[in-house]
């Protein structure tokens, strides 16, 4: 059974900058498409980013492109969120998922096997 393990929430200042991890086992990392999502109070769950298996495609979300940056170490079965110029919009309970499937829409959640507990992340202005 594949582990997901969020880790480096926090809480912050507008502007400031934080990285999330996740880190698994039980199973190939390799093998799996990760992303992350993100919920806030009173909203749905919301694709952010992800990364395909050998880290050669990345996709974002409009509205943290270009301020995010997701990555991966297959090596440390590892994937990061960096985080910069956080703004209050921000502010949510952050969830990496993983897919083995490459087959579908990567952005919807319904298309990801593997989920983590969260890890709240919470940006004042």
């Known amino acids: 059974q594949v582990q997901l393990v969020e880790s480096g929430g926090g809480s912050v200042q507008a502007g400031d900058s934080l990285r999330v991890s996740c880190t698994t086992s039980g199973g190939t990392f390799s093998r799996y498409t990760m992303a992350w999502f993100r919920q806030a109070p009173g909203k749905e769950r919301e694709f952010v980013a992800r990364?395909?298996?050998?880290?050669?495609?990345?996709y974002y979300t409009d509205s943290v492109r270009g301020r995010f940056t997701i990555s991966r170490d297959n090596a440390q079965n590892t994937m990061y969120l960096q985080m910069n110029s956080l703004k209050p919009e921000d502010t949510a309970v952050y969830y990496c998922?993983?897919?083995?499937?490459?087959?579908?829409?990567?952005?919807?959640?319904?298309?990801?096997?593997?989920w983590g507990q969260g890890t709240q992340v919470t940006v004042s202005s």
């Open positions: 990364i395909t298996r050998n880290t050669d495609s990345t």
């Open positions: 998922a993983a897919r083995s499937s490459a087959i579908g829409d990567s952005t919807s959640s319904n298309m990801y096997n593997y």
